[in-house]
């Protein structure tokens, strides 16, 4: 096995080259939990591991409550499935408050404020009440908890729901318009299980190297937030189940299951920043080269999305919504051959459908 062996197994299981799957829930439940700060990207990573579907049909699945969103493994958004969001949290959150505690202080969120705070947001809450941050915000008011005032540039705010979603207080409720909303989680997503935090720490491992690997303990490690230590723990309790590879001094675990066959070459993906196959690896040396790599660091907050060519990032994009139409701006690293070129219109045509609009792109 060699990097580029990695990079197409990676895809396949990861479900971007052929898919069994038929609900965006199914796809979050066999990633464990997919990044989606980015709310759109996200759903299109949903949609490209699914048979031809459609925007709308993964925001239906979001409002249904088929699939949830919170903060959990690193401070930041993630979708999880109702079955899976308990074990995560009992897993993840005390890490993530650890991650949070300079700003907690920073802030004054001592804990009898953060804890008074989640005990008025649960009472705005009961009985099945969604509702925006903003409302959120004014029960905090109500209640003498000046949440998000100037001086605090909305960080006492943004910081107080996260402490709340990340005690299994609060979770994502359908969308209001544009606006997102919160709901208890008791209430959002009753009955679902829980686990020890050893059992969940040993669950996650499994389903990580399952989902994406080839990946390292360290990988393992930077995409759910745990210190090595108990990243090699969890490993280390299922790597009976695994198989494993030394490629390039560094040892690699993946499920024992035959490798699917590759996809045609060449075949382009649009991905966002954020997808998994970017964003799940500490390691990215089987997906860009070092050249492309720091010219990827130094684009900063300008970077929005990458342009996959057989596994590997060979160029961004950009999109841009009209009347009907989606735009898409293209930026290769190099020149294309005409076979790539038609391989990236191949993919921006996807991108067009799902949104239900004409694809229009340029390089």
């Keep these: 096995m060699n990097q580029n062996d990695i990079a197409h197994a990676r895809l396949a299981n990861q479900r971007l080259t052929e898919t069994t799957f038929t609900t965006a829930a199914e796809v979050v439940a066999w990633l464990v939990a997919v990044q989606s700060q980015d709310y759109a990207g996200a759903r299109w990573a949903l949609g490209l591991r699914l048979p031809p579907t459609t925007d709308a049909a993964i925001e239906r699945a979001f409002d249904e409550g088929l699939i949830l969103r919170t903060h959990v493994l690193r401070p930041t958004w993630h979708f999880v499935t ?88 609060i979770v994502s409720g359908p969308r209001r318009g544009k606006q997102f909303t919160y709901m208890l989680l008791d209430e959002r997503a009753p009955g679902g299980r829980t686990l020890a935090r050893d059992e969940a720490l040993v669950e996650m491992a499994r389903r990580f190297f399952t989902g994406h690997g080839p990946a390292t303990a360290a990988d393992f490690a930077n995409w759910s937030g745990l210190t090595l230590t108990e990243a090699r723990q969890g490993l280390e309790a299922v790597a009976g189940e695994l198989n494993s590879e030394t490629v390039d001094g560094q040892t690699y675990w993946f499920a024992d299951a035959p490798r699917p066959p590759r996809a045609p070459s060449p075949t382009a ?39 996959v060519m057989d596994g590997r990032v060979v160029g961004t994009w950009r999109r841009t919504l009209g009347k009907g139409v989606v735009s898409i701006a293209l930026n290769p690293f190099g020149k294309l051959t005409e076979a790539e070129r038609a391989a990236v219109g191949a993919a921006a045509e996807r991108l067009g459908a799902f949104l239900g609009l004409t694809a229009d792109y340029a390089d």
């Design 82 to 169: 109702p079955d899976d969001i308990r074990p995560l949290l009992t897993l993840t959150a005390p890490r993530v408050h650890q991650t949070n505690g300079s700003v907690y202080r920073q802030l004054g969120l001592d804990t009898a404020t953060l804890s008074r705070s989640a005990e008025v947001i649960a009472r705005a809450l009961g009985g099945g009440r969604a509702l925006t941050r903003d409302e959120l915000k004014a029960a905090l008011d109500g209640a003498g908890i000046a949440a998000g005032g100037a001086d605090r540039a909305g960080q006492w705010l943004a910081y107080i729901v996260m402490y709340a979603e990340l005690e299994g207080l």
């Design 269 to 307: 993906h649009l991905l966002s920043i954020y997808d998994e196959y970017t964003i799940g690896y500490k390691d990215r040396r089987a997906i860009v080269s070092a050249e492309d790599g720091a010219r990827l660091a130094t684009m900063g907050n300008a970077l929005q999305n990458v342009i």
